[in-house]
């Protein structure tokens, strides 16, 4: 089975640009969630999508933006890119109604902002 | 969410069997603990997941006291492949997918 899949895996961006980034669940998980990992640090949250709704929100501010689709793969959107947002985009999904909460990454989208 | 701490650092030796401990001592009832191990440039990668006592599986052990404000991921006989750093999590938020990422712990595996 296909883990969590992210696109692109690698671009570069100019200050003042917008970003959009994809992933694509696993199959059957209708959570995913969105974090930004700067080097050197742990990943830190930005959103949260279950069943099409934003059901949380870390401390990022009104640049950054999401949905979630239909068949659950979601954006993330990133406007009037900073060089501080310079990161690792990394992507999760998990299968909610079921036991365990187990929460599966992908291998992220490298963006630079130049 | 809880918060968790852990070591910055720890080196080892192929071979060995390596212990990382994680204190989370404001753990909530309904918490379970996740570690993951992460490889540069790459995303976090599932280890091992825990409620209570010992959990095994084909790559790790994870101990968990009695009380549940600690616990330990135990790595049998580390390889040069194993160097990464592991990051201990507990909590999450009502729909899952929310996790607080400490700094985590480098582990050093030397030949």
């Known amino acids: 089975d296909a883990g969590v899949t992210q696109s692109p895996t690698h671009l570069i961006k100019t200050r003042g640009q917008q970003v959009t980034l994809r992933c694509s669940p696993i199959?059957?998980?209708?959570?995913v969630s969105w974090y930004q990992q700067v080097l050197g640090q742990g990943p830190q949250f930005i959103f949260q999508?279950?069943?099409?709704?934003?059901?949380g929100r870390g401390n990022f501010p009104d640049r950054f933006s999401a949905r979630q689709f239909p068949n659950y793969s979601s954006e993330l959107n990133v406007n009037a890119l900073l060089l501080g947002d310079s990161a690792l985009y990394l992507c999760?999904?998990?299968?909610?109604?079921?036991?365990?909460?187990?929460?599966?990454f992908g291998e992220g989208s490298w963006l630079t902002v130049v | 969410l809880a918060k968790t701490t852990q070591p910055i650092s720890m080196d080892s030796y192929e071979g060995q069997e390596v212990n990382i401990t994680c204190s989370h001592n404001?753990?909530?009832?309904?918490?379970?603990i996740t570690w993951y191990q992460q490889f540069p440039s790459q995303g976090p990668r599932f280890i091992i997941q825990g409620y209570k006592t010992k959990v095994t599986n084909e790559v790790a052990s994870l101990f968990i006291p009695a009380d549940r404000k600690s616990s330990t991921l135990s790595l049998p006989r580390v390889s040069l492949s194993d160097t990464a750093v592991y990051y201990c999590l507990v909590g999450f938020n009502n729909a899952g997918n929310m996790l607080t990422f400490g700094g985590g712990t480098r582990l050093m595996v030397k030949p």
């Open positions: 199959s059957g998980h209708k959570s």
């Open positions: 999508y279950y069943e099409k709704e934003e059901r």
């Open positions: 404001n753990i909530a009832t309904n918490d379970y």
């Open positions: 999760a999904s998990r299968q909610t109604g079921g036991s365990g909460n187990t929460i599966y």
